[in-house]
């Protein structure tokens, strides 16, 4: 577009965050006055200064604006028979537009653009009026307003796109931190887990090497004897003396740790496979970082969970049942439903205040999805509670002691494996998780 001469301030030279008036969309025009002759506005048109207006204003003696005359408007007048004679030598204010938009220099962009919706009529025909404390104040274009709210717009997007990437990273963020705080939880159930058959395999370990000593003393005692009797011990060993040592070796012994032995290294080995299961254990959850789709046993995946939150459960003299369904296997991120299964065992875990405490889990194909169950017989949730629990950072928990991230993030686990996580809660009574997962998965996970 032709830019007037006398608009040194332009609209689209001022950055895109510019102050939201409408100082730097002002174009210094020069006004018109109410007797100027239509012939002289239809001269100002032509100048170049005026190229890029579509209107001109006109102002009294005390600078307030009167209105203004369109190049459109002036064009008709001349198109018309004689027109030129008729009109041409009358005041320019018998032709111009008496009731122009009239904006204040420092209206807010946006306001600006909705004034100009609701006044100038399309097609466009007019400029707008500026003015300020004084009065007239310069002309502003309906372009450059445009302009501004595309730049304004522009710049709302990318703060958009910034805020919306920052929420990302923090949310990926807090998934990793949670994933780190179940893997926390694991560890310290899994160390508790292994030094309870260790401690007794060590002492197995050591009662066995004892009763073993007394056995391998008297074997050698025995030795001595037999050799003393059929010659080939060395000169001087007495039998009697012998026969005396052997007595005093048998009655030292422990005959009743020796006959137990069996039985102690029969312990030892089932404490040593319970090390085994909760390693292998170990391995089903290294697979943490391990976020792609494979072919997971629900029930294992269950199996695991409680095997790791089973010190938790067990200080609180809690039964757990696991009601195993004949179920396929589905396709999952393991170590992430493992999460969920953790959080919602650990929760019905912390749920539970009294000594007869139970917590079910169940798990069930029906049609093309695995259903979970885990149910507890714990306090409930309060109905105006119940609508929170999966806001991230909910928790009814002391500080310390809950994030509140847990369910917000098993929410999003699941629903990454396109299925569905739902609560039934009884205050009182107690809380019923239901997860259910597609056995096939049909888009990808998180
Ligand atoms: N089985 C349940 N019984 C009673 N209340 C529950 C149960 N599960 C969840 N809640 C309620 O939902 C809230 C949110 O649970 P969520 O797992 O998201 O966080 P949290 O357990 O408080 O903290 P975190 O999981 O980070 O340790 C809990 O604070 C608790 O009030
Ligand atoms: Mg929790």
Known sequence: MNRPEAAPALASSAPATAPADLVRLRLATEP???DTTVLDVAQRFLEARHAGLLSLPVVDA?????????RYELMSVFLQPFGRELFGRRPISALMNPDPLVLSLTTPIDEAA??????????????????????????????????????????????LERAYAHLKSSQLQLVQSEKMASLGQMVAGLVHEI??????????????????????????????????????????DDVEQLLAQVDERRT???????????????????????????????????????????????????????????????????????????????????????????????NAAQAIEHERGRIVVRTQALDQRVLIVVEDNGKG??????????????????????????????????????????????????????????????????
């Open 32 to 34: 018109l006055t109410p």
């Open 62 to 70: 005390d600078a307030r604006p009167l209105g203004v005359i369109s």
């Open 114 to 159: 909705r004034a100009i919706a609701a006044k100038i009529a399309s097609p466009i025909t007019d400029d707008f009026v500026l003015v300020d404390e004084r009065g007239y104040a310069g002309t502003g274009l309906v372009l450059d307003v445009l302009r501004a709210v595309e730049d304004r717009l522009g710049e709302r997007g990318r703060e």
């Open 195 to 236: 030094n309870t058959p260790l401690g007794y395999v060590r002492n197995n370990v050591e009662m066995t090497r004892a009763a073993l000593g007394d056995a391998a003393r008297l074997l050698a005692a025995q030795e001595a004897l037999i050799g003393a009797l059929t010659g080939t011990a060395e000169p001087g």
């Open 252 to 346: 030292s012994i422990d005959a009743a740790a020796l006959d137990d032995l069996g039985a102690l290294l029969d312990d030892t080995l089932h404490g040593v496979g319970q090390i085994g299961d909760l390693v292998a254990n170990l391995k089903d959850f290294s697979r943490l970082d391990q976020a792609g789709l494979q072919k997971a046993d629900v029930n294992r995946l269950v199996e695991s969970a409680l095997k790791i939150t089973q010190h938790i459960v067990r200080k609180r003299g809690i039964t757990v049942v696991h009601e195993a369904g004949d179920v396929p296997p589905i396709d999952c991120a393991p170590a992430q439903i493992n999460q969920v299964l953790l959080n919602l065992i650990g």
């Open 381 to 446: 949730i309060a109905a105006d509670v119940l609508p929170r629990i999966f806001d991230p950072f909910f928790t009814t928990k002391p500080v310390g002691q809950g994030t509140g991230m847990g369910l917000a993030i098993s929410h999003q686990i699941v629903g990454a494996h396109g299925g569905a996580i739902r609560v039934a809660s009884r205050p009182g009574a107690g809380t019923r998780f239901l997860v259910a997962l597609p056995i096939e998965a049909r888009g990808g996970t998180a």
